[in-house]
């Protein structure tokens, strides 16, 4: 196995990492300036930024009650056998901590 190549990903997957949390760092600040500019679209020369709303579901005990089952009946399957799997190679990296 390369090394090289290995501390290479590993570099580049802790910057992504620390990238991503300083971007969303940003975001609640950014969405606060946009709605008191009243901005639904912001374009720059990089790019552009669109504030939109997304819907986020509250459902009814019926509902969560009926997802609690599937969930049971999934485990089931998977216990005795019914439930086919399938393997598929993947590659993970956990941050060292401190």
């Given at each position: 196995?390369?090394?090289?190549?290995?501390?290479?990903?590993?570099?580049?997957?802790?910057?992504?990492?620390?990238?991503?949390?300083?971007?969303?760092?940003?975001v609640p600040e950014i969405i606060d300036s946009m709605q008191a500019d009243?901005?639904?679209?912001?374009?720059?020369?990089?790019?552009?930024?669109?504030?939109?709303?997304?819907?986020?579901?509250t459902f009814s005990e019926k509902v969560t009650d009926a997802e609690k089952?599937?969930?049971?009946?999934?485990?089931?399957?998977?216990?005795?056998?019914?439930?086919?799997?399938?393997?598929?190679?993947?590659?993970?990296?956990?941050?060292?901590?401190?």
């Amino acid at each position: 196995m390369d090394d090289v190549k290995l501390k290479e990903y590993m570099k580049l997957k802790i910057k992504i990492k620390s990238l991503e949390d300083e971007a969303k760092g940003l975001v609640p600040e950014i969405i606060d300036s946009m709605q008191a500019d009243d901005l639904d679209k912001i374009n720059s020369t990089m790019g552009s930024l669109s504030l939109s709303d997304r819907k986020v579901y509250t459902f009814s005990e019926k509902v969560t009650d009926a997802e609690k089952n599937i969930k049971s009946l999934k485990s089931e399957e998977i216990a005795d056998g019914t439930a086919t799997a399938e393997s598929i190679p993947m590659l993970k990296f956990t941050i060292k901590k401190g």
